[in-house]
């Protein structure tokens, strides 16, 4: 069980990261493919105001995502990155990429330097989802072997079903940040925006749902094991999900209910990442299981130890900083998309003495049960204490609430 409990923050992350960056390299998709003049800039500026407080925030997944995986399973870490470094280093680029654009566009000079800047960020933000798309493409089909490949530097991701796949990550984007952004105009009484997002979202979904169809079809002629794990158990319960949930935001978009969109629209691309993870599962890599690959008890005990107790900071944190973006309170005042009014904050309280006390007493124990036990029951109940641990010091530290 501790061997495999990194993997499965490793998949959480990895969630997270899809559902909320990629939202916001969707965004900057949506910035390019809008014509110059008043509505273009009103579309682009929309989608600036609503993923600037919020895009460097997101990019925390990713890298919790490698450093977990990076401390929990190094052999595996090393076979992937051995393997794919040019799809990663075009990833890593994009970001950079990204980052400097947002940090440029503030201070640009001109109509034609704005224009520079946003094409640079809006390219970087396909080519970063697409690339990280085809290395986990890779991945899925066994292109990656266990002791790493320097040789097969392209073919190993430059092939019809990773590509598909990283076409899929962008479409998934653009999906993900279209419904956003129609219930962000909503909510900023936005309407021509709202429109202009609504279309958006019904023709990604549609494109994104046609991708991953013909990802099935490539995965029935050309992977005919990985068909058949995505096809059945598990898994098959996944896709289903997806496809209901992905079908259901189109729905939810049509009739313009986007704030409950927003959370089906994360939960049909989450599913997708599920049933991947669930028809591989407990392989990482072709013939290395989760448990070969785990690194030594010591080193699963501290990472177990350091991410549980890191969620009690980061998590509150999150939450305060989405909440008030989706308030409409980090949106620029000299912005046309400012809320009308911004609702007063409650003064705030200070968390009771007595979760405090009961998340010391958690952390306590589940760290003791899990270093100093070598019993396998000792070590599920040390999880246990642990998972407490977060959740009593979630409550201490976020039921109040911030004032400004």
Same mark, same amino acid.
């Given at each position: 069980m501790l061997q495999a409990l990194p993997m499965v923050y490793v998949l959480a992350g990895l969630v997270l990261y899809t559902v909320l960056g990629g939202a916001d390299f969707g965004a900057g998709l949506w910035q390019l493919l809008v014509r110059r003049g008043e509505h273009g800039e009103r579309i682009r500026e929309h989608a600036h105001?609503?993923?600037?407080?919020? /895009?460097?925030?997101?990019?925390?997944?990713?890298? #919790? &995502? %490698?450093? &977990? !995986? /990076?401390?929990?399973?190094p052999g595996a870490f090393g076979a992937i990155t051995t393997t794919l470094p040019v799809p990663l280093f075009i990833a890593v680029i994009g970001i950079v990429l990204r980052g400097a654009a947002y940090a440029l566009r503030a201070g640009a000079r001109s109509p034609r330097e704005?224009? %520079?800047?946003?094409? $640079? #960020?809006?390219?970087?933000?396909?080519?970063?989802? !697409?690339? %990280?798309?085809?290395?986990? *493409?890779?991945?899925?089909?066994?292109?990656?072997?266990? *002791? *790493?490949?320097?040789?097969? $530097?392209?073919?190993?991701?430059?092939?019809?079903?990773s590509i598909l796949i990283g076409v899929l990550a962008v479409a998934a984007s653009a999906y993900l940040a279209a419904v956003y952004l129609a219930a962000d105009a909503v909510r900023h009484g936005g309407g021509e925006l709202e429109g202009a997002f609504r279309t958006r979202a019904l023709i990604a979904g549609v494109v994104a749902g046609g991708v991953a169809v013909a990802g099935v079809i490539v995965f029935s002629s050309d992977y005919p094991h990985l068909f058949d794990s995505l096809t059945s158990g598990g898994a098959l319960a996944a896709v289903i999900v997806s496809g209901i949930a992905g079908i259901g935001t189109l729905g939810l978009v049509y009739t313009r209910h986007y704030e409950v969109a927003r959370y089906t629209a994360a939960v049909a691309v989450a599913a997708i990442i599920a049933g991947w993870a669930v028809s591989r599962w407990p392989t990482i890599l072709p013939h290395l299981t989760i448990d070969q690959a785990a690194?030594?008890?010591?080193? %699963?005990? /501290?990472?177990?130890?350091?991410?549980?107790?890191? *969620?009690? $900071? $980061? #998590?509150?944190?999150l939450a305060l900083l989405f909440r008030l973006t989706l308030a409409g309170q980090l949106v620029d005042t000299d912005s046309q998309d400012m809320p009308a009014g911004v609702p007063e904050q409650a003064s705030p309280r200070i968390a009771t003495p007595l979760l405090a006390?009961?998340?010391?007493?958690?952390l306590i124990a589940g760290f003791g049960l899990l270093t100093v036990a070598d019993a396998k029951w000792t070590h599920a109940i040390g999880v246990v204490c642990l998972l407490s641990f977060v959740a009593t010091a979630f409550l201490a530290l976020a039921g109040s609430e911030v004032a400004l």
């Open positions: 105001h609503s993923m600037g407080p919020v /895009w460097e925030a997101n990019h925390v997944w990713l890298i #919790f &995502v %490698l450093t &977990v !995986f /990076w401390t929990a399973y704005s224009a %520079l800047i946003d094409t $640079l #960020f809006s390219v970087s933000s396909i080519l970063t989802p !697409f690339a %990280l798309g085809t290395a986990i *493409g890779a991945i899925a089909t066994n292109h990656v072997p266990a *002791g *790493g490949d320097t040789h097969h $530097l392209l073919s190993g991701w430059l092939h019809p079903a690194a030594g008890h010591d080193t %699963l005990v /501290w990472v177990t130890v350091a991410v549980l107790a890191g *969620g009690t $900071l $980061l #998590f509150p944190s006390r009961i998340a010391v007493a958690c």
